[in-house]
């Protein structure tokens, strides 16, 4: 049977198989050590993309090649070491964030961009009125008094969304001496005037594209338009705005058809 190798019969090994012993002992550190460093670049990887992706417009802006890496990096560098649980380099942060791949992005944005071609006819509305209420019993039954006499007026507009705890209604100015007097009594939490809407047809399928609604609400948002309310059916879909972005949001709109 083989001895093993001692530390005493090491040392009475000749200096030429000592020095292949250390030889392929420094050179299976130099491994492990390149394996570990590859590890945790791919764990600075993840961190920095799963930073990205839950960032607004970040993604999307380093695709323009609108914002530089380096300041990018040092402003990420906190929440990577936190996701790390140990320090990084900047260096290393701006390595990987000029690794991402927009491949997935981009994919989604072209068949957008497809959809958004597709959309139907913009039906504009003004002269709108923005009320909260909180929920009551009685307020259910109000609000079914107000849709029985906007089913009689055709120029009339309104929408009700009842939520857990509110409910949002928005009309057309004909109806609001309604609202005064089947609400009266109900509790008034928010109340805007001055309002406008554009109603979008959206195409069939729009429910099986992922990025949609935010693709269109991107576009107002890099104009600093601020929406008052956003009402959607399976295939339609209302937003409200100040009447004085009206025109800005019209133009928006219109350009993504193009």
């Not at 597709?118 to 009551?136: A, E, H, Q, W």
């Amino acid at each position: 049977m083989k001895e093993l190798l001692t530390f005493k019969n090491f040392l009475s090994l000749s200096e030429e198989v000592c020095f292949i012993i250390s030889s392929n002992y420094i050179f299976l550190q130099k491994i492990q050590q390149i394996v570990v460093n590859i590890t945790i670049m791919k764990t600075i990887q993840e961190a920095v993309e799963s930073t990205i992706r839950k960032t607004p417009f970040i993604e999307e802006a380093l695709n323009e090649k609108l914002i530089n890496v380096s300041s990018l990096a040092r402003v990420i560098l906190p929440e990577v070491d936190k996701l790390l649980k140990k320090q990084v380099k900047v260096g290393a942060v701006m390595m990987a964030i000029n690794r991402l791949s927009p491949a997935s992005e981009l994919r989604i944005r072209k068949n957008i961009r497809k959809f958004t071609l597709s959309l139907g006819d913009f039906i504009v509305r003004s002269d709108l009125s923005d009320y909260t209420y909180k929920n009551t019993k009685s307020l259910l039954k109000e609000s079914a008094r107000i849709l029985t006499i906007a089913a009689d007026k055709n120029d009339s507009f309104i929408t009700v969304s009842r939520g857990i705890f509110e409910t949002n209604i928005v009309i057309s100015e004909p109806l609001r001496p309604y609202i005064d007097e089947f609400f009266i009594h109900e509790k008034l939490i928010h109340n805007v005037e001055n309002l406008a809407s554009i109603t979008i047809k959206l195409p069939e399928g729009n429910l099986e594209q992922s990025g949609f609604y935010y693709f269109i609400l991107k576009q107002l948002a890099w104009a600093d338009i601020s929406l008052q309310e956003i009402i959607s059916t399976t295939n339609e879909m209302t937003i409200v705005v100040k009447e004085k972005d009206i025109n800005q949001t019209f133009a928006i709109l219109m350009d993504m058809k193009k």
